[in-house]
């Protein structure tokens, strides 16, 4: 007969399997978990492709500075980009999310979104114009973007990469998308540490240096978008 156990010995095996303690990973957007969601959008008018999506979608199931990148495509119809994006941010618990559109002349980091659309009253994909005047009637005019946006832009300078920081991200549903990423609120948005919106151009259009954009760069603007916005936290972290 082997000889007994001691009783510390049962007692701290007992309260491991009791507990799971090192036997499971760690929950999904839990304490421990570590993600970053992206988000770009549906084609919309009579293109077939958006070249955010485009970009943020090669990512998907990539590791960036120790965290899993996850993506999600968002809708081009007002009052419809809140919904999946909450859904989205909700599911996975992420630390940071960094959404993106298409449509400028070159990449930019957008630092603020305005509670208003466009004069023109552009339709969007299900034909309709905007819904009223205000994205959120109560809300306040303007929110700013969380993102590090000087940072960010030196690294793309470093890369070769036109680009700028804009205080107008426009009136179409890249400025919903922002309005509403930054109004997001409740016990999930305690842990989202950086949010913010990235504009890129459309692949095919010309570079103010010269050339066109072609789709490995947009992807590499949103890569180092992503990195430097991590490296910004991990910073942050230290101090």
Excluded at 60 to 85: K, M, Q, S
Excluded at 88 to 115: D, H, K, Q, W, Y
Aim: charged content about 25%; hydrophobic content about 45%; some cysteine.
């Amino acid at each position: 007969m082997a000889p007994a156990l001691p009783l510390a010995v049962v007692l701290v095996v007992a309260v491991a399997a009791l507990c799971g303690c090192g036997a499971q990973a760690p929950e999904r957007g839990g304490a421990t978990a570590r993600t970053v969601l992206l988000t770009g959008f549906e084609p919309f008018g009579a293109r077939t492709v958006n070249d955010s999506w485009e970009a943020v979608r090669v990512l998907d199931g990539a590791t960036v500075r120790g965290r899993r990148v996850v993506v999600a495509r968002l809708p081009v119809v007002y009052d419809a980009v809140e919904g999946p994006l909450r859904a989205a941010i909700e599911r996975e618990r992420p630390e940071v999310v960094l959404s993106f559109g298409e449509g400028t002349e070159v990449v930019r980091v957008e630092t603020v979104g305005r509670n208003a659309y466009n004069a023109k009253r552009p339709a969007d994909n299900a034909g309709r114009p905007p819904p009223r005047d205000a994205i959120e009637p109560a809300g306040p005019a303007a929110v700013d973007g969380a993102l590090p946006a000087a940072r960010i832009v030196a690294a793309w300078g470093r890369a070769g990469i036109p680009s700028r920081a804009s205080d107008d991200a426009g009136g179409y549903l890249c400025n919903e998308c922002l309005y509403r990423l930054m109004r997001y609120a409740g016990p999930v948005a305690t842990g989202v540490r950086r949010r913010g919106f990235v504009h890129l151009p459309v692949a095919g259009t010309a570079r103010p240096d010269g050339g066109t954009w072609d789709l490995s760069t947009l992807r590499e603007a949103a890569r180092v978008a992503v990195e430097e916005t991590l490296a910004d936290l991990d910073a942050s972290n230290l101090r």
